[in-house]
């Protein structure tokens, strides 16, 4: 067995559970990215830096529809969840 294959085949073990996060986790680091970004613009605005306040913005965009995605997959799990029960 070659190196890069015992390599590979460990980062697969650990990273999994990372990876598989639940909805509301998703949900809760979607919250906390959308919250660095607003006070990433809040610097940028302060030191002056247009540029900078132009890419976070389009950033913090992109991090509300995520959030929002996975907000709505969360309440679809939820739901399934429920109906799984009955």
Known sequence: MKLHTLVLAALVA???PALAQTPKDTVKSDKAA?????E????????GDKDAVKADKEKLKADKAKLKADRK?????KKEAKTDKK
């Open 14 to 16: 650990l990273a999994g």
């Open 34 to 38: 959308v919250k660095q970004d607003k």
């Open 40 to 47: 990433k613009i809040k610097a940028d605005r302060k030191a």
């Open 73 to 77: 997959a969360a309440k679809e799990a």
